[in-house]
């Protein structure tokens, strides 16, 4: 066997194992944090599982295989993120891993945008985010370094129409993302970012079975003509996680099926040029 062989079936099989690590998923209660929970669990990891709602992190950690545990949290006060990083390492001795995913979306106009709807947002959104990752640094360092994933958002890529604060928050997600993998690069600290695009949570699952015809309108517009799930998330996190992506870092990947970036119409192009 080559030794180029012998990397590929490496890489399509242990690089993705988290066996002896521990990863945290904030907002793992439903929808891209619980899939991706059960992602990490399913690879070995024991998980932290954070979010608000304490009987969901509850059902999701009775069904994983490797001692997780829930820590039942609200990241909107000013100090949360800090807090919940002191709770953490008060239950378990070091992190690997760190999945960002708790987050508010928010539509409002700018006309609508008030200073509360924006404090909430960035408080939320980023600046828990960026406090949690700060406060469980020290434990990845002292573990030789680790991997802070953070789920951004479609928004942060193209600008959508009354999103002006969400779309702020994600942006800001993923600059805070290349900084902070410069930052800890030399740690050992991978820093990476995703932004899923059309994913069917609970956040749509009342237009989705509400609004007739929004389900194949919006998947219209994607080039894989679907809509992605948690499972299309989560699969991403778990290669940010593992040594799959060892020399990734400081990168946002969008998850999105092609919606943001790739022509996804069905009508012929305008243009007779473009035309057989």
């Not at 793992?28 to 990891?45: M, N, Q, V, W």
């Not at 953490?88 to 891993?97: F, M, Q, R, S």
């Not at 989705?208 to 992605?228: E, F, H, M, T, Y």
């Not at 799930?229 to 593992?242: E, H, N, P, R, Y």
């Amino acid at each position: 066997m080559t030794s180029e062989s012998s990397t590929s079936a490496r890489l399509t099989g242990s690089a993705h194992r988290l066996d002896g690590k521990v990863a945290v998923v904030t907002g793992a209660s439903r929808g891209i944090g619980e899939a991706s929970a059960r992602a990490l669990d399913d690879a070995g990891a024991q998980v932290v599982l954070t979010g608000r709602t304490t009987s969901d992190l509850y059902r999701v950690a009775a069904e994983m295989s490797h001692d997780p545990v829930v820590l039942t949290a609200d990241l909107a006060p000013a100090g949360a993120g800090t807090d919940l990083a002191r709770r953490i390492l008060g239950e378990v001795d070091g992190v690997d891993v760190l999945v960002n995913n708790a987050g508010i979306p928010m539509r409002r106009t700018p006309v609508q945008l008030t200073e509360a709807d924006f404090d909430l947002v960035f408080s939320i959104n980023v600046r828990s985010l960026v406090m949690l990752s700060i406060g469980l640094a020290p434990s990845m360092i002292a573990r030789g370094g680790g991997s802070v994933i953070n789920i951004s958002s479609v928004a942060g890529v193209h600008g959508p129409l009354g999103r002006v604060a969400y779309a702020g928050t994600k942006g800001a997600v993923d600059a805070m993302t290349r900084s902070l993998a410069a930052d800890w690069g030399p740690d050992g600290i991978r820093v990476n970012s995703i932004a899923p695009g059309l994913i069917a949570t609970a956040i749509w699952e009342e237009a989705r079975n509400s609004v007739p015809g929004l389900v194949d309108d919006l998947a219209g517009q994607i080039a894989l003509k679907r809509w992605g799930f948690g499972d299309d998330i989560a699969d991403v996190v778990l290669f940010f996680a593992s040594d799959a992506s060892r020399y990734v870092t400081g990168e946002t990947l969008v998850v999105d099926g092609g919606m943001a970036r790739v022509s996804a119409s069905n009508a012929p192009p305008a243009l007779p040029e473009l035309q057989d």
